[in-house]
């Protein structure tokens, strides 16, 4: 008996140091592993969130107000709530577009506004604003333009237009409607000419 006590006992003294040695081993490396990164996954989230962007002179061309903000490492995107972009240019018209949701990819440069959304262009050359409604609507602040392949409404004064679908462009002062376009314009009064008299 005493003979396998002492051929057994260290035989399982061994075994378990081993198994010991094996399992530290492996939590060793699944330590020093480098884990692997959901890009999908949220990395930052926070409430009331301020984006800003300027030019290379350090004027400010636009803000982006939103109730909640979310980043996604995945294209560097940004998810909002609420949002509220205003964008300001020297010698152009402030515009403003007010959303429900929004995602900005390539560092905030274009931003994608699902859902209901309002465009607003400041008065600018004696007209009057101009107000698009629609929904998913996309803005390119590096090209200035806005579009969208959705149902909108254009109102510029007292003139009506609506449409499937528009490409505005800030840089040149055009709004296109692509299909569908019904339009009420109502002509500004111009002076009458005064006639010489006979």
């Known amino acids: ?18 198994s010991l040695i094996w399992a530290l081993s492996r939590v060793a490396t699944n330590l020093t592993a480098p884990q692997r990164l ?3 996954a949220p990395d930052l989230i926070a409430d009331e969130g301020v984006l800003r962007r ?5 004027m400010k061309r636009s803000q982006l107000l939103a109730s909640r903000v979310t980043h996604v490492p995945l294209q560097d995107t940004m998810l909002y709530e609420k949002p509220v972009l205003t964008q300001t ?3 152009k018209p402030t515009i403003v577009v007010i959303g429900t949701r929004a995602k900005s990819i390539h560092k905030g440069s274009e931003t994608w506004f699902y859902d209901a959304t309002q ?9 009057p604003e101009l107000i698009i ?9 590096q090209a200035e333009l ?28 055009t709004l296109e409607l692509k299909s569908q376009v019904k339009m009420t314009y109502v002509p500004t009064p111009r002076p009458t000419a005064v006639r010489p008299a006979h």
């Open 1 to 18: 008996m005493r003979s396998l006590t002492t051929w057994v006992l260290p035989l399982l003294l061994l075994l378990l140091v081993g």
């Open 38 to 40: 959901d890009l999908n």
């Open 146 to 173: 806005a579009k969208s392949d959705q149902f909108v409404t254009a109102d510029m004064g007292k003139n009506h237009a609506e449409g499937v679908g528009f490409i505005a462009n800030n840089k040149l002062q």
């Open 89 to 91: 240019e020297a010698s």
């Open 119 to 127: 465009l607003r262009r400041a008065p600018f050359e004696g007209n």
């Open 54 to 58: 300027y030019d290379e002179t350090g």
């Open 133 to 141: 409604n629609g929904r998913d609507i996309w803005i390119d602040g």
